[in-house]
């Protein structure tokens, strides 16, 4: 099926809105340390760009999680396909994703690192889609509230493909 993309935020407002929010992380850690965890592929654009713009010292550690069988369909049954490095024990913890629809993902992610006593854990997302909610996520940064589209760029993929995209765009199906 032919597909294209059409603009819904521009590279201009993704990045400012991005230093936006590394500035007010700054300041609500200020003093402390922080410990990113990017889940992976789609929150890695997004926190690579979020970092630049955080002053307190940071470290970052990397998660791969994937929804058990139809990729469409979330089952809310979540499996790890690759584990932190190391462990968040009485550290800040702060989760960066690239977007909330269902919520089931993080819903189970953030339960799983809660057991594992970080000091405090907070949750970042670059887009979240609120109409789709069917488990409730407590977001503490979001970016960009956006309608329920299906959208690519600054790491969001169709099929594997425009990660790359500098931009947040719809897929348009024809
Ligand atoms: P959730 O568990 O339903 O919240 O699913 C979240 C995951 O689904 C995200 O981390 C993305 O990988 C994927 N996803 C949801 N909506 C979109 C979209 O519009 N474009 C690309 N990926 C999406
Ligand atoms: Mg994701």
Redesign the pocket.
Known sequence: MAERVEVLIPEEEVNRRIHEIGEQISKDYAGRELHLIC?LK?GVFFMCELAKHITVPLTMDFMCVS?YGDTTK?SGVVKITKDLDEPIMSRDVLVV??????????SYMIEMLQERKPASLKLCTLLD?PE?RRKPVNVDYTGFEIPD????GYG???AQRYRNLPYVGIVKFE
């Open positions: 889940t789609g929804s979330s994703e690239d977007i909330i629809d269902s919520g089931n993902t993080l889609k789709r589209e299906f959208v690519v969001l993929d169709y």
